[in-house]
């Protein structure tokens, strides 16, 4: 898969992931944080395992293992999203989550030991900056909501970095996928099983949220995560965070009602502004002598 359709793939799987704030905070009002992670996941993973079985199959050990640590590492991350969506604003956990934008580059810095590319900080710093204009309307606090919300940006950035490194390497990215969903559903069972009643969706809106999370966010938006980053980079994976909050916003215009402001469409254009930026090419330093041969 080339670099431009695994990047297609990822903005457009960070889309289906973009309705998940609106359908969690109507859940979270009658279920459980964990409660809505088992449900969720573990229809995805039927569904996902019915229609890919022979692929499951055939995977081998390191595939398995690879998705296992990819799902218990977005388990954290959702359940730290969750816990901040029960305290705050979607628009604060919306801000606070997509941080992972700057993150990622600077959490990649520290482990290759390597400073990040000046193109780099800037398309996060473009991309962070339209985040904060289309999410942000008043001062940001900061309480126990918003350190979830900042636990979960963290998480975030570290599950992308895992994936990164996994999927480039010998493994099945669908398969993993898969089995990232299943993990993240096994986990979440054990966790309401312990720390909460849990229950089934009541009602025919609980039901239709849930599906809607299942096959859409989790099916789709989870699944092939694995397979879009294959072909790109940690870095650049990380700014399409940016993605979520901008088609938010859109999907609230369109289906809402909603009014884009003047403040939101300038989110808007820095946040594809940053996003060019880090696809343009730097170019080649050319010599006045070499020049001054290529004329003549």
Known sequence: MSRRVSEILLASVIAARATSYLFSKLILQGMGIFNLMAVRFLIAFALLA????????RMDRRTLLGGAVMGALYFLTMAAELRGLQRVPTSTVSFLENTAIVWVPLISAAI??????KKTILSAVLCLAGVGLLTLSSALGFGAGEAWCLAAALLYASAILTTDRLTHGKLDALAAGIVQVGTIG???LVSTLLFE??????????????LALAVVCT??????QPVAQRGTTAERA???CAVNPMVAATLGAVFLHET???????GMGLILLGIFTASVKTMPKISCKRLRHTVQ
């Open 50 to 57: 019915a229609l890919f079985f022979p692929r499951l199959r």
């Open 112 to 117: 290759s030991r390597r400073a990040p590319e």
């Open 186 to 188: 096994l986990l979440g």
């Open 197 to 210: 009643s849990p229950r089934l969706p009541q009602g025919g809106t609980e039901w239709l949220g849930i």
């Open 219 to 224: 099916g789709f938006g989870f699944t092939l």
């Open 238 to 240: 990380g700014l399409f």
């Open 260 to 266: 884009l402001t003047a403040q939101s469409l300038a």
